[in-house]
Every structure is written in structure tokens, then in C-alpha cells.
């Protein structure tokens, strides 16, 4: 069945979701046959939508069930926007890299069901488990500078904390990736990028994300004490509407860097408040106990340590003195 068939009933469905049409109907308006609507709606259950059917009332969209496919993701993202989804990858960082390495233009959503090998902060293993998470990347070519890369894990921060409101969850953050709720680590940022040594240009950054949806049947592993989940029950969206919405913020933020007024948002939603105690773990070296003074307008974390010092902080972790 050709897409346009498919997207065409979905489309149709959509419009009138508490409705019951005919299958004569929906083979009308969509200048088919009705066994073509038939196949239509079987392919789209195949892919996980929820569709009833009643003989001699029709089709109708029940509740449930979403679609997690690329031409979901396309719809909902637009004109341009390219999209892949995958049942298994090792990380969704790895295949967006390797799709720039291959030329794609991007914008490019990549998005998979499960990771194997989901990456974290200084190569951690990301817990990334089927059916409760959310797990996509983007790849973008915006007009940047390399100096300007460290706005981007705020910019991408802040694109996932204003469309999560959409759909009814109030983020924090916590600096410099961790998307925090209701005090437990919901979701984290993983933003990478090549830049061009000729110009100090950027070629392409991709963008990570990592989230909660919903807690595991079998609950979070024990050495994830301060794992939590978006949302306690039923995703008021599917996923491929709430990894849309966050891409869509998201390509709008870096297309306005460095000019873009985030920052200051960024900051009141950051655990990271001036006089916040905290303790350094660095790339290098040991972790020390630091006084947080203030998150400059470039994304980075200016501390002061025990002996007066002040230290200006591009990465590296930062823990909440108990």
C-alpha cells in the first residue's frame, strides 16, 4: 500500500476521531477502492495504531495504541525534515553521526525503540530500556561557530522543558544535561558535534535525548537510585508527537544562536542556583567542594572553591552537597 494511501485514511480518521466511517465512505473521499482502505487500516494497525471496525458502522480511531513510524515523525515535523526509526540500535547518537558522515543534509530525527549501547555523560551506559522510554536524535547543520557550541545542550535543555509543558510536565533542570522531575533524573541530553578548523565553523552538532516516559514493569535498575519517570500513567500523547514537539523547539532555538533569549529561562528552571553547595567531579583530577556563583550567558558554570578561587566550568559533573 502506497504511503499516500496510508497518510490519506490516517489523515481522514484523524479529522473526526470520535466518528464512526463507513468504509464506502472513506473509499469516496479518498478516491480509493475499498478493499484499498481495508489494507490502508490493517498496515496502520500492523504499525500500532489503534483502529476499530465494526461492521456496518466502519473505522474510527480507539485509544491506546500510537504510531512510532517515520512517516509519523515526517508528518508531524513537517516539510523538510527527514526521519528514520529503527526497533534496535546500539545509540541514536551513532546512527545520526553516521548518517552526517554519509552527507545527509538533515534536519534529521533518528529515533529507535530500544538502544543497546545508549551513551551517557563520559561514555556511561544510558539505561535504556523497551516500552517505557523515549529515545531519538537530531542532526542539524545550523550557521554556527564552535565557540557558540556549549549553548546548545542548554538550548536543547530548555526545547525539551517548554514542549514537555505541552503535554503537561513541569521540568527542571540540572546543569548541564539532566532533565530532572519531581527531584528524580527523568531524562538526559547527549549533544555532539565536528567542527570545521579552517572557518571555526560547525559542520553538523546532533543532539541526544533520553527519556523516562513511564517507569519499567520491573521498576529502575538499584544502581539507578535517582531514576524517575515523566509521567505516573497513561502518556497523554504518543511518543512520536512528544519527540516532534521537542525537535520542532528545538530547530527553532539553534537557528536563533547565539541571539536566541533562552538563557535566562535556562537558568531559573536550574537546580544550580547562586549560594547552591555543591561538589566538582572534572574530566581530571579530584572531586572538590565548590560554592555555585552563577550560570554566565554563555552556558557555563562559574564556581568559587574552599580557598576563594573561581573556576569557570565548560563540563565535567556537578552534585548537590546533601
Known amino acids: ?13 484523524r479529522a ?40 456496518r458502522r466502519g473505522y474510527r480511531i480507539g485509544t491506546g495504541g500510537e504510531l512510532f513510524t517515520a512517516e509519523e515523525f515526517r508528518t508531524r515535523l513537517g516539510p523538510g525534515w527527514q526521519a528514520e526509526v529503527w526497533p534496535s540500535l546500539t545509540s541514536t547518537n551513532d546512527r545520526a ?9 538533515g534536519p534529521l530525527l533518528v529515533a529507535a525503540t530500544v538502544q543497546t549501547s545508549g551513551r551517557g555523560r563520559r561514555g556511561r551506559a544510558f539505561f535504556s530500556p523497551p516500552g517505557s522510554g523515549l529515545y531519538f536524535s537530531l542532526l542539524l547543520r545550523p550557521a554556527l561557530l564552535a565557540v557558540d557550541a556549549p549553548l546548545v545542550t542548554a538550548a536543547a535543555a530548555v526545547a525539551a522543558r517548554r514542549a514537555l509543558l505541552q503535554f503537561g510536565v513541569r521540568l527542571e533542570i540540572r546543569w548541564v544535561n539532566d532533565l530532572m522531575s519531581d527531584g528524580k533524573k527523568a531524562g538526559g541530553i547527549l549533544t555532539e558535534s565536528v567542527s570545521n578548523l579552517e572557518d571555526g565553523g560547525l559542520e553538523y552538532l546532533v543532539a541526544g535525548f533520553g527519556l523516562n516516559l513511564t517507569s519499567p514493569a520491573d521498576g529502575f535498575p538499584s544502581s539507578l537510585p ?30 536563533r544562536l547565539p541571539e536566541a533569549d533562552f538563557m535566562s529561562e535556562y537558568r531559573e528552571a536550574n537546580l544550580l542556583q547562586p549560594g547552591t553547595r555543591v561538589f566538582v567531579s572534572p574530566a581530571r583530577g579530584e572531586q572538590y567542594p565548590a560554592l555555585v556563583q552563577q550560570i554566565d550567558p554563555s552556558g557555563r558554570l562559574v564556581v568559587k572553591t574552599s580557598d576563594g578561587q573561581l573556576q569557570v566550568l565548560t563540563g565535567g559533573e556537578v552534585f548537590i552537597a546533601e
Not at 553521526?97 to 543534509?105: C, I, K
Not at 505516573?232 to 532555538?253: D, N, S, T, V
Open 16 to 55: 473526526a476521531p470520535d466518528r464512526w466511517q463507513s468504509g464506502a465512505a472513506l473509499a469516496r473521499l479518498l478516491g480509493v477502492s475499498r478493499n484499498a482502505v481495508w489494507k490502508a487500516a490493517e498496515e496502520l494497525r500492523a504499525e500500532g495504531l489503534a483502529l476499530e471496525s465494526v461492521p
Open 97 to 105: 553521526r553516521a548518517a552526517a558522515a554519509e552527507g545527509v543534509a
Open 1 to 13: 500500500m502506497e504511503f499516500s494511501t496510508k497518510q490519506a485514511l490516517l489523515d481522514a480518521l
Open 226 to 255: 535517582e531514576a524517575g519517570a515523566l509521567f505516573g500513567g497513561e502518556l497523554p500523547a504518543g511518543r512520536a508527537q512528544i519527540a516532534a514537539a521537542i525537535a520542532l523547539e528545538f530547530e527553532q532555538l539553534i537557528h
